[in-house]
């Protein structure tokens, strides 16, 4: 009886819509003012110090393992973000951080962690990515763009940023299944190089360049970033730095600092953070992207100061990514008797939680994604006074 008390005092402050609650001995409750927007189902009781240390983590293997149950279309992504907005909610503490073993970032164990995630298999993500096989934060110039027309947009938003010049050299770190590369080398006249710990990407990128007869234009390399050599004229790295651990962030902005050319200028784009946050999560650890951290602004910015780049350009996308996710989540749901038949039921239920909280988290302000344009060198130099010829180059 202690128990139920306990766990409808940290309910009934857990959301800000009304939400109903069925516990394990079939009595529902509802919460919250109105008719209840979300119904959840609780199967079995919870131990109270693992589900307030790190809630994340015990109401996600319960999703998975059916324990709980959350009724409704995108009902995850409603509750989630409800529980972000709502001041005081236990699912935002953060007192798992003590638990939580130090991770390391070894080469071997950060090809380890990219290979446990990416090499799920091509076929998989084939499901739920658009055609283009990106997985990062879309770019929507226009409300109805498809999800490919949007990521096709976000890599020559990426692209028009560094005013590239015909004939210069471009690395892309951590460059997935080669998008960039692709769109740099036929549409942009560089050189393109790009660098994956994954096999299956690896593989699938250099299948690419055969068949799209870009063998002279475009050099890919299963390698660690952190052991390439030579200068390049422009660095991309699209969501790559929330993989490398907050130890290495201070090497990886300098060996992006080391990788350019005097004046050469650079796109980083990734997840991050508009306040003090945990940057772990250890659902996220366990089971999704081990190894993982997300920095807030303020530490890539000391960073990028620390290792003696220069700031050009600064952009927040975070209504493009949960935009984006609710159109994987779309093509995973389209897609999810498939998932399971191949994957296994915990699997399906697990990667549909993941991509509805995610979209949860954008939605919330929980988490959010920039675009920062770098510069080896002084603020501005070799480009446009104004922004304008981003938006123009964008239009063309």
């Given at each position: 009886?202690?128990?139920?008390?306990?766990?409808?005092?940290?309910?009934?402050?857990?959301f800000d819509i009304p939400v109903s609650v069925t516990y394990w001995d079939g009595?529902?409750?509802?919460?919250?003012?109105?008719?209840?927007?979300?119904?959840?189902?609780?199967?079995?009781?919870?131990?109270?110090?693992?589900?307030?240390?790190?809630?994340?983590?015990?109401?996600?293997?319960?999703?998975?393992?059916?324990?709980?149950?959350?009724?409704?279309?995108?009902?995850?992504?409603?509750?989630?973000?409800?529980?972000?907005?709502?001041?005081?909610?236990?699912?935002?503490?953060?007192?798992?951080?003590?638990?939580?073993?130090?991770?390391?970032?070894?080469?071997?164990?950060?090809?380890?962690?990219?290979?446990?995630?990416?090499?799920?298999?091509?076929?998989?993500?084939?499901?739920?990515?658009?055609?283009?096989?990106?997985?990062?934060?879309?770019?929507?110039?226009?409300?109805?763009?498809?999800?490919?027309?949007?990521?096709?947009?976000?890599?020559?938003?990426?692209?028009?940023?560094?005013?590239?010049?015909?004939g210069g050299s471009l690395l892309d770190i951590g460059s997935g299944w080669g998008?960039?590369?692709?769109?740099?080398?036929?549409?942009?006249?560089?050189?393109?190089?790009?660098?994956?710990?994954?096999?299956?990407?690896?593989?699938?990128?250099?299948?690419?360049?055969?068949?799209?007869?870009?063998?002279?234009?475009?050099?890919?390399?299963?390698?660690?970033?952190?052991?390439?050599?030579?200068?390049?004229?422009?660095?991309?790295?699209?969501?790559?730095?929330?993989?490398?651990?907050?130890?290495?962030?201070?090497?990886?902005?300098?060996?992006?600092?080391?990788?350019?050319?005097?004046?050469?200028?650079?796109?980083?784009?990734?997840?991050?953070?508009?306040?003090?946050?945990?940057?772990?999560?250890?659902?996220?650890?366990?089971?999704?992207?081990?190894?993982?951290?997300?920095?807030?602004?303020?530490?890539?910015?000391?960073?990028?100061?620390?290792?003696?780049?220069?700031?050009?350009?600064?952009?927040?996308?975070?209504?493009?990514?949960?935009?984006?996710?609710?159109?994987?989540?779309?093509?995973?749901?389209?897609?999810?008797?498939?998932?399971?038949?191949?994957?296994?039921?915990?699997?399906?239920?697990?990667?549909?939680?993941?991509?509805?909280?995610?979209?949860?988290?954008?939605?919330?302000?929980?988490?959010?994604?920039?675009?920062?344009?770098?510069?080896?060198?002084?603020?501005?130099?070799?480009?446009?006074?104004?922004?304008?010829?981003?938006?123009?180059?964008?239009?063309?």
């Open positions: 009886m202690l128990e139920k008390t306990i766990y409808r005092k940290l309910l009934s402050n857990a009595k529902t409750e509802d919460y919250g003012r109105g008719t209840p927007e979300v119904k959840v189902e609780i199967r079995q009781a919870f131990p109270l110090k693992e589900l307030t240390s790190a809630p994340t983590l015990v109401l996600g293997e319960a999703y998975m393992n059916e324990d709980l149950l959350i009724e409704g279309d995108h009902a995850i992504q409603k509750l989630v973000t409800s529980a972000f907005r709502k001041s005081g909610s236990f699912l935002k503490k953060n007192s798992f951080l003590k638990h939580l073993p130090k991770m390391s970032h070894s080469k071997t164990d950060s090809k380890e962690d990219i290979q446990s995630h990416y090499d799920i298999g091509n076929d998989f993500y084939g499901m739920w990515l658009d055609k283009t096989m990106t997985y990062s934060c879309a770019y929507f110039q226009h409300e109805d763009d498809t999800l490919e027309q949007a990521q096709i947009n976000k890599v020559h938003h990426i692209l028009n940023k560094l005013d590239i010049t015909d998008t960039v590369l692709f769109i740099a080398a036929e549409e942009y006249g560089v050189h393109a190089t790009g660098v994956t710990l994954s096999q299956e990407q690896y593989n699938y990128t250099k299948q690419q360049i055969k068949q799209r007869h870009l063998e002279d234009k475009i050099d890919v390399y299963l390698e660690d970033y952190r052991d390439l050599k030579g200068q390049y004229d422009y660095v991309t790295s699209v969501g790559m730095f929330e993989h490398v651990g907050k130890e290495n962030l201070a090497e990886y902005f300098q060996t992006v600092k080391r990788l350019l050319k005097p004046n050469g200028r650079a796109l980083i784009h990734g997840i991050t953070g508009q306040h003090d946050g945990a940057g772990v999560d250890p659902f996220i650890i366990k089971y999704i992207f081990p190894g993982g951290y997300i920095p807030n602004m303020v530490e890539n910015l000391q960073h990028v100061m620390d290792a003696g780049l220069q700031l050009t350009d600064l952009e927040p996308l975070r209504r493009h990514y949960q935009k984006t996710l609710e159109h994987w989540q779309n093509n995973f749901a389209a897609n999810y008797t498939v998932v399971e038949g191949r994957y296994g039921h915990k699997f399906a239920r697990m990667w549909d939680l993941y991509l509805q909280a995610c979209a949860a988290s954008f939605e919330a302000g929980n988490i959010d994604v920039m675009q920062y344009l770098l510069i080896n060198g002084t603020s501005g130099t070799g480009t446009p006074m104004t922004r304008q010829y981003i938006y123009d180059a964008d239009n063309k």
